[in-house]
């Protein structure tokens, strides 16, 4: 493997390789395995939960890591082409990005949404310049629409609780928040889930139906999966004997641009919050999962965060593991 970019370019018997070689891991830990290698971490977006799991990772592996971003050592980073660099910043992406990558075996990049122009960020543009600058194996730390290091702890997590793959009922649901938040976690979640062959249910409100493309991707995976994808504003049709509830706010693109309209479309949503009730017909044994950062009182009750239901840490916590397989199948 010499990147890892989206779990979409993964059969599932690939993935499926990774969570054993993740479990191995665990159970057999190989602290020499990536002995001398270096890891390059380069954040445009802040991290707690990326920055530090790979961080651990690559320490249990035996490897080394360094961070880049460009509040702490890079003296103002340019990333548009063809500027003039008259203003703040002295260091452009096209020598930055290069020479980090010269300093290591492998470079992680996590470039968030510019949520300006939805196209833009469909097709990933700002995340593939920069990829385009390397010739070094490197691994997707979000983009503007992929978080597949997320989204293999939450198949591990999945596989952890087990939750059925096969007629497991998983409802991806929007809830309030007081930002705009990129759509790469519900589109790259909608996508793992139905690659795992789950009976997928996105609920959400009007106005904030995830993007055709989206959608269209996610549900050729389920073709090939055996499961299946609806979306409904219903939230007790939704919650109808789930299994799981996983709960992330998104910007509605059919505003995306327009921040004002987009503002105005959540305003009246705080009600979107996850509460006990939204269990009541669930599944007495659906779980709770969130990739966090998860701002409590807003998105979710206390409660249910702090209750038997939530399963965020162990979520967390299968993030080192599941990049720590990532790492030893690139840089072993
Ligand atoms: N879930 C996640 O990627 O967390 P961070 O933004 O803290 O890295």
């Not at 198949?155 to 952890?160: A, C, F, H, R, S």
Request: hydrophobic share 45%; glycine share 4%.
């Amino acid at each position: 493997m010499k990147y890892f970019n989206d779990l979409a370019d993964l059969n599932s018997d690939e993935i499926l390789g990774l969570l054993e070689l993740a479990n191995s891991l665990d159970r057999h830990p190989e602290p020499k395995a990536l002995n001398g290698k270096v890891l390059a971490l380069l954040f445009f977006n802040p991290s707690l939960r990326t920055l530090t799991s790979f961080q651990a990772a690559m320490t249990r592996l035996g490897g080394g890591t360094f961070v880049v971003s460009p509040e702490m050592s890079i003296h103002g980073l340019e990333t548009k082409m063809g500027i003039v660099m008259d203003g703040n910043a002295a260091e452009h992406i096209r020598e930055a990005v290069p020479v980090i990558a010269s300093y290591a075996d492998a470079i992680g990049i996590r470039a968030f949404a510019e949520k300006k122009d939805l196209e833009t960020d469909l097709q990933d543009v700002n995340y593939n310049n920069l990829i385009d600058l390397i010739d070094k194996p490197f691994i997707n730390m979000e983009s503007a629409i992929n978080h597949p290091c997320q989204n293999l702890a939450d198949w591990k997590t999945l596989d952890d609780f087990k939750i059925p793959a096969k007629n497991g009922k998983f409802v991806l649901s929007w809830a309030y928040h007081p930002n705009a938040l990129p759509l790469a976690v519900p589109a790259s979640t909608l996508h793992m889930a139905s690659m795992r062959g789950m009976n997928v249910t996105v609920l959400r409100p009007e106005g904030f139906e995830l993007p055709a493309k989206v959608m269209k991707k996610a549900k050729n995976a389920a073709v090939l999966s055996g499961g299946t994808i609806t979306e409904t504003s219903d939230r007790y049709e939704a919650m109808q004997d789930a299994d799981v509830i996983y709960a992330k706010s998104w910007i509605s693109a059919r505003h995306y641009n327009d921040k004002q309209m987009e503002s105005e479309a959540r305003e009246n949503l705080v009600d979107w919050r996850v509460k006990d009730s939204w269990f009541d017909n669930a599944l007495p044994s659906c779980r709770f999962m969130h990739c966090l950062p998860v701002r409590r009182g807003v998105v979710v009750d206390d409660s249910v965060l702090d209750g038997l239901k939530s399963i965020v840490i162990h979520q967390a916590r299968n993030r080192m593991l599941a990049q720590m397989a990532v790492l030893y199948q690139i840089m072993k």
